[in-house]
């Protein structure tokens, strides 16, 4: 989950403002790609790094599924219907 202390936030949020400003002008797709592979590549050393990064990353999808995703979904189900 993505809820860590403000003072964490603090320190981080400069850095992924900018980042995501970058990514938006270069586009994200293969640009997100390249910036969390070099991650995983400067940030992990053994196996079980590569495994924490990676376990980070699938509940990172899930949040943004969970908190961003689902929401509009339910929108279009009461628009358009359920499907039977």
Same mark, same amino acid.
């Given at each position: 989950?993505? @809820? /860590? $202390?403000?003072? =964490? !936030? %603090? !320190?981080?949020?400069?850095? /992924?403002?900018? &980042?995501?400003?970058? *990514?938006?002008? *270069?586009?994200?797709?293969?640009? &997100?790609? @390249?910036?969390?592979? +070099?991650?995983? =590549?400067?940030?992990?050393? +053994? ?6 990064? %990676? ?8 949040? /943004?599924? !969970? !908190?961003?995703?689902? $929401? @509009? ?10 499907? %039977?």
């Amino acid at each position: 989950m993505p @809820y /860590i $202390p403000k003072e =964490k !936030r %603090e !320190r981080l949020d400069w850095i /992924i403002d900018n &980042l995501a400003a970058e *990514l938006k002008t *270069l586009g994200i797709t293969g640009n &997100l790609n @390249y910036v969390l592979f +070099r991650l995983a =590549k400067k940030m992990c050393k +053994r196996y079980g790094d590569y495994a924490a990064f %990676e376990g980070d990353c699938q509940q990172s999808l899930k949040e /943004i599924y !969970r !908190r961003l995703e689902v $929401p @509009y979904e339910d929108t279009k189900i009461v628009e358009n219907g359920d499907v %039977e």
